[in-house]
Each structure stands twice: as C-alpha cells, then as structure tokens.
C-alpha cells in the first residue's frame, strides 16, 4: 500500500504558506482583478482654470494641489452627486468619448479621468438648462485638458458614453498623514485597481492582528481613527476596496516609526 505521508507534508506546507502570507507583509485577500464595466450615458462639461491644475480639482475628496499635480496630473473630474456617492466615488477612473453631438472632436477619442471632486447640485436651474449635475444626473465636470480632448471649448456641454475601468497607477498606495496625538486623520491616495476605499484599520507594527483598530470615513479620501497611536512604532493600514470584486490588502512598509502628521508617506503595493 502507498504511503499518503508526501501528500499530506504538501497540505502542511500549504496551510503553513498561507498562515505566513496572512500574518506577514504584502498580505492580500484573493479575489479577481477590477474589470471594466460597460458604457453608460452621460454628459461632460468643464471647469476651473484653464491649466487644469490646483487645488480646485480635488476640493471636496480632499486632494491638494500637490496631490493633483503629482499624481493625477489634468486627468480629472469633479462628478455629480449619483456618482460621487458620497465620497466613495473618489479615486474612481472612468473613460470618456464624446458621442452624438457636432462637437466631438473627429474620430470621438476619449479620454481616462479619476474623480477628484463633486460637482454640487444648482436646484436653481434646470437639470436640462444650466443644472448639469442635478440628480439623477450621471454628469463629468472635467478638468479642462481632458474636456478638450472630447470636443472643443465652443461646445460647453456634450453628451457623453462612460465606463468605469481599472485605474492604472504608478507605485503604492500613498498616505498623508494628519491629526494628533489622540486622533489619526489618513488621506488616502494613488490607489490602483478600482481605485477607492471600502473599509481601513489601522495597528502599531509588531502587534497582531486583533489589534487593528477600525477607521471611519471622515469626508472623501479621509479616514479617522479616534485612538493615542504614537509614533514609536511604524503603522500598518489594512484596507479593502470599495467596488466589487471587494479586495483586501495590507500596507506595512508605508509609515515608519518616528511618522509625523504633515508629511506623505509611499507604500509598495496597490490594488493591481
């Protein structure tokens, strides 16, 4: 009779690998990778100076005018409110092409843009006249290199086709640390793959797991975490991502010991 010795050595080392993989650096939950969705209708219209760069790009998710210019570049938009959701729509990528209208640019090239901003309601006007991002409306107020792209500034407003697709990112997840020492506020950035937020904790490197402690969401990119941290001790962010399939990965190489609120941080990995 066969010995089953070797087979169960292998399932061994299996449950042992993956153990490794959940308490160590880099831990990931498998799941498949963000696809593209398919296009919807929408429109697109365009805002703000005319460079396409600044703090008035990134406003209401919390983006700064550094954070635009470094890693979103002019690639951006301030969205209506069904698509901003609540903040959860920042970071998301979108693709755009102009379509049914004399203004499209010929051959209806389109464009990839991540929302950075809300584009807030006018109840004063119309949803066909003047109040473009009046729900239900799924409406892009772009930054104005990625509009003229679509058409040309004549055309002010244009029927668009959207479709949300994997943000594609240089580097790791980026953190900009804020708060004090009772109150932990993370600007969360860079982020690849759906490109936003679900859930976030936090813990003290070197502790384990059942340490974690559950960050809420502050305002767009923002997560709050109402506990006296330290900065002994490096931080290690564990997150999940917003959009379905859910993803979740840890980042322990980001903020080291001796962190101080102010200053952004770089991890290694991303939701690739």
Same mark, same amino acid.
């Given at each position: ?24 650096? $880099? ?6 990778? =963000?696809?593209? +969705?398919?296009?919807?209708?929408? +429109? ?7 460079? &396409? ?30 698509? =901003?959701?609540? $903040?959860?729509?920042?970071? *998301? ?7 049914? #209208? ?12 991540? &929302? ?13 006249? &003047? ?14 290199? #990625? ?6 500034? @004549? ?5 668009? *086709? ?7 990112? +240089?580097?790791?997840?980026? =953190? ?20 936003? @937020? ?17 960050? #809420?969401?502050?305002? &767009?990119?923002?997560? *709050? ?17 917003? +959009? ?5 990965? @840890? ?10 609120? $102010?200053?952004?941080? *770089? $991890?290694?990995?991303? =939701?690739?």
């Amino acid at each position: 009779m066969a010995s089953r010795a070797p087979a169960i050595v292998v399932v061994a080392a299996l449950i042992m690998a993956a153990a490794h993989l959940a308490s160590g650096s $880099g831990y990931y939950q498998a799941a498949a990778p =963000f696809t593209t +969705s398919d296009w919807q209708d929408g +429109s697109a219209t365009f805002y703000g100076d005319d460079s &396409g760069l600044g703090a008035d790009f990134g406003g209401a998710c919390g983006y700064g005018a550094n954070d635009i210019q470094s890693l979103y570049s002019t690639s951006t938009a301030a969205l209506s409110t069904p698509l =901003f959701a609540s $903040g959860s729509g920042c970071g *998301q990528c979108y693709e755009l092409r102009c379509v049914n #209208s004399r203004w499209c640019n010929p051959g209806s090239p389109a464009v990839v843009v991540t &929302g950075t901003n809300l584009c807030p309601p006018n109840w004063n006007l119309p949803s066909d006249n &003047g109040g473009w991002c009046n729900p239900p409306r799924q409406h892009f107020d772009m930054a104005p290199p #990625s509009f003229l792209i679509l058409a040309p500034r @004549v055309a002010g407003i244009v029927p668009v *086709q959207f479709r949300r697709v994997p943000c594609q990112r +240089s580097g790791g997840i980026r =953190f900009y640390v804020q708060g004090n020492y009772y109150w932990l506020l993370l600007y969360v950035m860079n982020v690849g793959g759906s490109g936003d @937020v679900g859930d976030l904790a936090v813990k003290r490197a070197g502790e384990p797991d059942c340490s974690y402690m559950p960050a #809420s969401r502050n305002w &767009g990119i923002t997560y *709050q975490v109402f506990a006296a941290l330290g900065n002994a001790k490096g931080l290690v962010v564990r997150m999940t991502c917003y +959009s379905s399939p859910r993803k979740t990965i @840890v980042v322990d190489d980001a903020i080291p010991a001796w962190w101080s609120t $102010g200053l952004s941080y *770089q $991890g290694s990995n991303n =939701f690739y």
